[in-house]
């Protein structure tokens, strides 16, 4: 008997990608090696990752890469991180935890 996902693989597409689409952010980090993902049977989303809180409280980590170019100069990051955070919680009922983890000046380019 298999247990359910704490987060379905649907809904976890779906924050990733209203994450992603927020002016600010260039994308979802999945870390030097690809070890933050959610893991599903075939497939994986970057850049969330499940984790024990010090209450040992099963959470989502939520890691973003910042475009400074698309926030601008003097921009509010506290504020910027709590609207992201909020975003990333109305699509689980898990604490949501928002890492800023690198930031680019330029938006990458897609091949």
């Not at 597409?13 to 927020?22: Q, T």
Request: hydrophobic share 50%; no cysteine; glycine share 10%.
């Amino acid at each position: 008997m298999s247990l359910p996902e704490p987060i379905p693989l649907e809904q976890a597409r779906a924050l990733a990608a209203a994450v992603s689409a927020v002016p600010g952010v260039d994308g979802l980090a999945a870390g030097a090696h690809g070890q933050v993902a959610l893991l599903y049977p075939g497939e994986r989303v970057p850049g969330l990752r499940l984790a024990r809180g010090r209450d040992d409280a099963l959470g989502l980590e939520v890691h973003v890469v910042l475009d400074l170019q698309a926030l601008g100069l003097g921009a509010d990051l506290h504020a910027f991180s709590r609207r992201l955070r909020a975003l990333a919680a109305a699509h689980t009922n898990l604490p949501v935890t928002l890492v800023l983890a690198d930031a680019v000046t330029a938006t990458r380019s897609t091949p």
